[in-house]
């Protein structure tokens, strides 16, 4: 029976390693030298990244450039099937069929894992030394977050959001505007057989604290940093019973025509660009922001008769003629999500 494709490239990889150990120390024993030269071929296939290793040579680093290529173009199925089972506690039998992996791919990296001595803690450090992306990918199957907008939240996006659609400012007829979300989390950690471990938070927004100092245009708002320490400043004073637990902005239109046809309430390409840079100083200071509301507003030509839910992420409601359409989405690693997320507004009838 012929070799899946990993346990293929593996094997020629070990016996390139055996092949430059014999020809270089004869029949003396090196086995550290050899754990370790299996453990750069490990390292690969978990993080999919090579190892840079003096002791690796030209020929070993091309068979592990090969490996590298090969799972950036099977989207890192087997990393990820690996992370699942090591991180979450995920039966084989369910990753392989989920990521459609060759269960004896998955047999060939836990013998490996085994023979190399490999350590759970390694492997985390691992990860957050290289900082791959594809983990993300298996995160959200294993969070769902429910939102609750809190009375005061709803106030706080809508006087914004009209002041700044109606009132124009420097000849702009409407302008972005951005804010915080500070609130409360609380998690509860289940299991589901087979599929392993996941988290159900419900994360209530008090409050959207509006940064006076952000740069607002009608098509993108920049948060200001000054500001954003500041504010986080203030709150561990005043109340520091609540967390950053996301962001704000909104999206005008002139009409709700428009705002409907383009989808208003979707993240662009430069919101989502912006997630890494403004999380990042979030996380050093112990924040952890989850969830990121978009705001699309428009004036209607009529009211929305009664508010509703437009999808599980999106909610939407008039306040006199202007339509509002309020989603929210995950922040999973540097990107958006709208998948296991749930907007709930109580000072919205209907929801």
């Excluded at 490999?118 to 983990?135: F, G, H």
């Excluded at 989808?263 to 989850?290: C, F, N, Q, T």
């Amino acid at each position: 029976m012929a070799l899946p494709r990993y346990t293929r490239l593996a094997r020629a990889y070990e016996e390139t390693v055996d092949a430059h150990l014999e020809r270089t120390y004869g029949n003396r024993r090196h086995k550290r030298l050899r754990t370790h030269l299996m453990r750069c071929l490990l390292t690969t296939l978990l993080s999919g990244q090579a190892p840079d290793s003096d002791n690796l040579t030209s020929h070993l680093r091309s068979h592990l450039n090969r490996l590298e290529r090969q799972l950036a173009q099977d989207d890192y199925r087997l990393s990820k099937a690996w992370y699942e089972t090591k991180i979450y506690g995920a039966s084989q039998n369910t990753v392989a069929s989920r990521w459609q992996i060759n269960r004896r791919d998955l047999r060939m990296l836990e013998q490996l894992w085994s023979d190399t001595g490999y350590e759970a803690d390694e492997y985390t450090k691992l990860l957050a030394k290289v900082e791959p992306d594809w983990p993300f990918d298996v995160d959200e199957r294993h969070e769902e977050l429910v939102i609750w907008l809190d009375d005061r939240a709803i106030e706080d996006i809508v006087l914004v959001a009209l002041e700044a659609y109606i009132v124009p400012r420097k000849g702009v007829k409407f302008t972005e505007t951005y804010g915080i979300c500070f609130g409360s989390t609380k998690t509860t950690d289940r299991e589901r057989p087979a599929s392993g471990r996941y988290a159900l938070r419900h994360i209530d927004i008090r409050s959207v604290h509006i940064q006076l100092r952000a740069v607002g245009f009608s098509n993108k708002v920049t948060y200001d940093l000054r500001s954003l320490e500041t504010q986080m400043a203030v709150a561990t004073h005043l109340f520091p019973q609540l967390d950053i637990v996301g962001d704000f902005h909104t999206h005008p239109y002139e009409t709700a025509e428009e705002l409907r046809e383009v989808k208003g309430w979707r993240y662009s390409s430069g919101d989502e660009a912006g997630i890494a840079e403004w999380v990042k100083p979030l996380k050093h200071m112990g924040y952890h922001p989850r969830t990121s509301l978009i705001v699309g507003i428009a004036e209607g030509t009529k009211r929305i008769s009664r508010p509703g839910r437009f999808k599980p992420n999106v909610v939407r409601f008039s306040v006199s003629k202007y339509h509002f359409y309020i989603a929210c989405y995950r922040i999973v690693g540097n990107r958006y999500s709208d998948k296991h997320i749930t907007l709930n507004a109580v000072a919205l009838p209907g929801l």
